[in-house]
């Protein structure tokens, strides 16, 4: 079974995030996963090109998308990369595959909850099963899902990157996502 990560950093907080669900996914026996970073340098006049990911998303069971929250959404160079992946809505070459998603900003809310909609909605047109955290929210801070999300995974980096529960909770939704894969697989 194989999962595909997905995702933009703008300050290296989400590549770290991304970091941590990729090692959530890869604590699942039998889970292939594997980072796939949007790079700017793939974005020509406002358009994202590159084949080579969007054909290791096309094979992936599941994928788990990421990005910083920027102005109450997803960063541009996401949305670039959405954006590229109208021909597999078209022919709902995505449908039936898992979805997941998270997202850093630095405070504890800054609207990323947009974000996670939107990922969501990305999921829905392609036809994909969306998969949400599955983590109450601890009662104390120190808590695993300490920002109360369903949705997927926030992470809070203000001035520094988000701390080890954030991690952790980033890791659960990897460990989630993969092992509701091996159930539809």
Known sequence: MKIAIIYFSGTGNTAQMAQAVLSGAQSVSGTEAELLAISGSDI??????????LEKLDAADAIIFGSPTYMGGPAAQFKAFADA??????????????????????????????TLQYFN???????????????????????????????GV?????????????????????ERV?????KLV
């Open 154 to 174: 926030m992470g809070q980096a203000a001035a520094a990157p988000p701390n080890d529960l954030d991690f952790a909770t980033g890791k659960a939704l990897g």
């Open 85 to 114: 992946t109208g021909g597999r809505w078209y022919t709902q070459g995505w449908t039936g595959k898992l979805a997941a998603g998270f997202t850093v900003s630095a405070s504890p809310s800054g609207d990323k909850l947009g």
């Open 178 to 182: 993969a092992k509701m894969a091996q």
């Open 121 to 151: 909605i990305l999921a829905a047109q392609h036809g994909m099963i969306w998969v949400g955290l599955g983590q109450l929210p601890q009662l104390a801070p120190e808590g695993i899902n300490r920002l109360g999300a369903y949705l």
């Open 44 to 53: 020509i006049e406002g358009r994202y090109v590159n084949d080579s990911i």
